[in-house]
């Protein structure tokens, strides 16, 4: 297959910085376009995986895959892009398209697996799909998004995952008005948590490890903030709320929210954890409650969730960085030091 050099950041290996290195790009398909990236966001899941925390990440690894720029060429059946429209790439790049998930637009469930775009199998070239920390990208128009022309690009790039991770699960369990939602954590899918359950109707109750946050999370639209290490306060939530959003990363003691939900209420986990988590048979026996899980969202709901922040005027809180300070962005992010979201401006690709 005919391919294309370009210019990407990436990593060998587990441990070691990411550094400038070149990449092969597939030449374009018949339904394939090419976008030129201009901005790519920095998701916790990028720092799971170039550290390698779930085992069996593929090195050489180019994270990235909150994805939004201009498209540059098209292959000659597209027909949903043209050159020179702005547009997206998320989590996924490729499925079956034949599976009954497939079908239904739950290709983050694809039975043969999704490919997502960085860290997967590529079917085309061998070797790992290769993300967003690069000059451009070929996908699938099938997977490609129309980008909102009204959003500050640089700010909309984090929908692409941490957006529509928190968004469909909100919508699942159907956040909205007369709904109390809890979210757990304010980092890059916390914040965005907050400000769709707003936007839905939801009455929000944010509980946060951080106490410089408290405020924040008022000013992000939050209806109460709770410092989570104050017992006191925590005990006040018991049986208080219907749904309860957990966006925390590390190993952490969901007993403690278990409990929060009314009867038939749910945690729903989106963190990763690299740890099993333990549970509390008593916390989910008595009121019916749930321990849940959701991943991503399809490409169906994914442009439904950048229309959805387009009418409600919704982008994240971002730290705009050029592509030569990501070894220090993934340290403070690992220390939990941003707010609320890394994005790389990519034209410093150039620099
Ligand atoms: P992030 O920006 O680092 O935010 C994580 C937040 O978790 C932190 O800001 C912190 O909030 C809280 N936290 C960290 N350590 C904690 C601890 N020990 N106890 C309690 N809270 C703690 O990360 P992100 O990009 O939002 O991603 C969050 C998680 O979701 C990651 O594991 C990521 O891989 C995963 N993810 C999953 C999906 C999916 O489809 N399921 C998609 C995208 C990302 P406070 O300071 O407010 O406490
Ligand atoms: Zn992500
Ligand atoms: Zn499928």
Known sequence: METKTVNAYGTEKANAPLHSMNIQRRELLPHDIELEIHYCGICHSDLHQIKNDFGGTMYPIVPGH?????????????????????????????????????????????????TYSFNSPDK??????????????????????????????????????????????LKNWQA???????????????HLAIKIAKAMGAYVVVFTTSPS???DAKCLGADEAVLSTDAEQMSKYARSLHFILDTVSTKHDVNTYLNMPRHDGSVVLVGLPPEPLSIGAFN??????????????????TQEMLDFCAKHNITADIELINIQQINEAFDRLEKGDVRYRFVIDMASLKK
Do not use: W
């Open 66 to 114: 909150e994805i939004v720029g201009r498209v540059t060429k098209v292959g000659k059946h597209v027909n949903k892009f043209k050159a020179g429209d702005l547009a997206a790439v998320g989590c996924i790049v490729d499925s079956c398209g034949k599976c009954e998930y497939c079908q239904d637009d739950l290709q983050q469930f694809c039975d043969e697996g999704v």
């Open 124 to 169: 085309y070239l061998g070797g790992a799909t290769f993300g967003g920390f690069s000059e451009s990208i070929v996908t699938d128009e099938k997977y490609v998004l129309h980008m909102p022309e009204t959003l500050d690009l640089a700010a909309a790039a984090p929908l692409l995952c941490a957006g529509i991770t928190v968004y469909s699960p």
């Open 176 to 190: 909205g008005p007369g709904k109390k939602v809890g979210t757990l954590g304010i980092g890059g899918l916390g």
């Open 213 to 215: 946050k408290v405020e």
């Open 284 to 301: 989910v026996v008595v009121g019916r409650r749930s321990f849940s899980g959701s991943n991503i969202g399809g490409i169906a709901e």
